[in-house]
Structures are given as structure tokens and as C-alpha cells.
């Protein structure tokens, strides 16, 4: 069966941008995140607090906190890696954050500058702290899925790294197919493994970068398999500074219009994700890949 709802984790401004070369300026940031909320979205990651030399794109993430009209009834995590971070995105307001771990070695090196095991030992006092203080927190495994380097990830090694996650109190685990290589048999295989391994159904979310084309699929088979959350990117933005090969996420509209026709509730209006998308374009001087966007707005 399917649910009879969905949860859209929008990731659109953080890891939507993340990867612009050109710094988009704050106000533009700031205007995407209201007209995201105004189509009905209410899981809205708004940026990151990590070390600007790493983003620079998202170096300006107390900038855009302060200049946000944060709306009722609208969520804001944003990323943090550490207790610097976590310092940070206090410091601004902030109720809910993600830490992101890696599944494989070498990407635990890239993009965190640390070991596999010694990633744990920055998250730990970190997560303590900000559940202490009342924060809600979630957390990623990046190359839950392939690594550009390492190539075939074990789900038994994504369901470890996810379990220790769970227990040090992280209440989401987003499984990230950071490169897109996977495919629907894959998806059902990795979420199966994190279950058995202990991690609720309930607690599991996905993230499908869309490289190969599988996204759509995957996000339906993660569906099938009672996952609730499903995180998107409106206009398909995105990608990894950290991961060569990574493209866009799994866009917004194209779930929304996937959900639409299956009758599963998500409380987004297309129409005005894709009004957004195209004005997003215009600021970023290039056309949405989402087909959905294509299609509706016959760019
Ligand atoms: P490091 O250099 O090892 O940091 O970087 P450190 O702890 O050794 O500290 C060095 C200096 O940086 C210190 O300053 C710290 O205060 C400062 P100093 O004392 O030398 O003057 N510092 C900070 N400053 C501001 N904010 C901070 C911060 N932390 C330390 N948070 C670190 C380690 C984790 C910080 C670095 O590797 C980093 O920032 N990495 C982030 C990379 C990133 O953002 N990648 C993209 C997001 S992940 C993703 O996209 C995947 C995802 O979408 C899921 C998927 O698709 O799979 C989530
Ligand atoms: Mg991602």
C-alpha cells in the first residue's frame, strides 16, 4: 500500500544552492524560502552553519535567518556539523538541525575532514547539546547508496552508521543517495537493512539526487515500503560541492506531480512551486531541469 500522506522536506535553499558558484544574494534567498512557504510547503531547510570557507554560498546563513519572516506553522532546519555550528544557528533562533554523516570513508574525509568512526565523536556532543536545549534533530547518511570513489555501498554499512544516529537521539535518518545511482531494488534494500538494524520505519526519510533518473522511482518504492518523508528540491536544484558526479535533487514538482496522481495528501500547490521555479531560473540564468517544471511552464 501507500500512505495516505506525505511529508515534502524541502531542501531547495540549502542543498538546492548550495552549489551555485555565484553567491545568490541573501534577499533573493530570503524571498525563495516566503514563496515556498506561500505554495504550502512546511519543511523548509533553509541553509547551513557550516564553515563558510567549505560553502561560501552559504556563508551568509545568520544574514538570512535574521532577514527571514519566519511563518507559523513552518519548519526551518538547517544543517550543522558541529558545536561551532550548533553555537551559530542557536545564536539565530534555530529549532531543528541535521547532522550529516557519511556511510563510506572516503566521503566521511571530504566532506567532513574526518574518519568514518571519528565523525561520530563530532556529532556526539553536538546532538547532546542541541536536544538538551530543546532542539529538534535530524540526521543524514550521505552515499547511502554509491560513493564516486568507492563505488557499491553495503546497506549493512548504511544501516550501522544510521543506527548509531538513532540512538545518540536524532529522531529523522535521511538515507542520501548523494551521487543518484541507485534504483528502486537498491532503495527497498538500504531501508530494509536500516530497519532490521533498528531504525523505526517511522523515523526513515529519503533524499534522491536525480544524476541517473532513478529518483522518481526510487521515492516511489521507498513509498511502498512505508517511508513518510521525502525530501525535494523545487526545480530540481542541487548538488554536492564535496561529491563529483552529484546533480540535482529529486524536484519538488515532479513528486508532488507523482503524489497528485496516486491521491497521497502533501498540502503543496504546483502551480505555485513552478511560478517559483521560473523565477528561480531567471535569477540563476538557467532553466529548470525538472520535467514537470518543462512541461507546465513550456520553457
Ligand atoms: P575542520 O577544518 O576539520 O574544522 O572542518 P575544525 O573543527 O578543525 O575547525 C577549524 C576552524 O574552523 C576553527 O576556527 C573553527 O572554529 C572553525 P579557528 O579556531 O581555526 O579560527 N569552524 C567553524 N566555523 C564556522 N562554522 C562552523 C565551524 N566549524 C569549525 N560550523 C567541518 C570540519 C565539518 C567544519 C568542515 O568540514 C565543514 O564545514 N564541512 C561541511 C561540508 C558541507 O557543508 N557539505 C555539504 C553538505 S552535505 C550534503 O550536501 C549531503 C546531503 O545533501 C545528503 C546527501 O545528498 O547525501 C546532506
Ligand atoms: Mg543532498
Redesign the pocket.
Known amino acids: 500500500g501507500l500512505p495516505a500522506h506525505v511529508t515534502i522536506y524541502e531542501?531547495g535553499a540549502r542543498?538546492g544552492l548550495?552549489n551555485e558558484k555565484a553567491v545568490v544574494p541573501v534577499e533573493v534567498k530570503a524571498e525563495f524560502l516566503n514563496r515556498l512557504a506561500d505554495a504550502g510547503l512546511t519543511t523548509l531547510e533553509a541553509t547551513?552553519?557550516?564553515?563558510?570557507k567549505?560553502?561560501p554560498q552559504l556563508a551568509d546563513a545568520a544574514d538570512l535567518l535574521a532577514m527571514l519572516e519566519r511563518r507559523p506553522g513552518v519548519d526551518y532546519p538547517v544543517?550543522?556539523?558541529?558545536e561551532?555550528?550548533l553555537d551559530?544557528a542557536v545564536e539565530a533562533g534555530v529549532d531543528h538541525i541535521?547532522v550529516?554523516a557519511s556511510a563510506t570513508e572516503t566521503f566521511a574525509e571530504k566532506?567532513?575532514?574526518?574518519a568514518l568512526d571519528s565523525q561520530f565523536a563530532?556529532f556526539e556532543p553536538t546532538v547532546k547539546r542541541a536536544l538538551a536545549e530543546g532542539l529538534r534533530v535530524r540526521a543524514?547518511?550521505?552515499?547511502?547508496f554509491g560513493d564516486p570513489w568507492e563505488g557499491a555501498v553495503d546497506p549493512a554499512q548504511v544501516a550501522a552508521v544510521g543506527r548509531r544516529l538513532v540512538e545518540m537521539g536524532c529522531r529523522q535518518l535521511?538515507l542520501?543517495?548523494?551521487i543518484g545511482t541507485g534504483t528502486p531494488g537498491h532503495a527497498e534494500a538500504v531501508i530494509d537493512a536500516c530497519v532490521a538494524g533498528g531504525v523505526p520505519i517511522d523515523q526513515i526519510a529519503v533524499?534522491f539526487?536525480d544524476t541517473y533518473g532513478q529518483a522518481l522511482a526510487n521515492t516511489l518504492a521507498a513509498l511502498r515500503r512505508g517511508v513518510t518523508t521525502v525530501d525535494a528540491s523545487t526545480g530540481g536544484l542541487g548538488g554536492?560541492?564535496?561529491?563529483k558526479s552529484?546533480t540535482g535533487n529529486l524536484a519538488t514538482e515532479d513528486l508532488v506531480w507523482m503524489l497528485d496522481g496516486l491521491g497521497v495528501s502533501h498540502g503543496a500547490r504546483l502551480a505555485d512551486l513552478v511560478e517559483t521555479s521560473v523565477w528561480m531560473a531567471d535569477k540563476l540564468g538557467r532553466p529548470s531541469p525538472s520535467r514537470v517544471v518543462k512541461a507546465l511552464a513550456g520553457a
Open positions: 531542501v542543498d548550495q547551513s552553519f557550516v564553515h563558510p567549505w560553502v544543517l550543522v556539523p558541529n561551532r555550528g551559530r541535521a550529516f566532506n567532513l575532514n574526518r563530532m543524514y547518511v550521505s552515499m547511502a535521511s542520501g543517495d548523494t533524499h539526487h554536492c560541492p564535496y561529491a552529484a
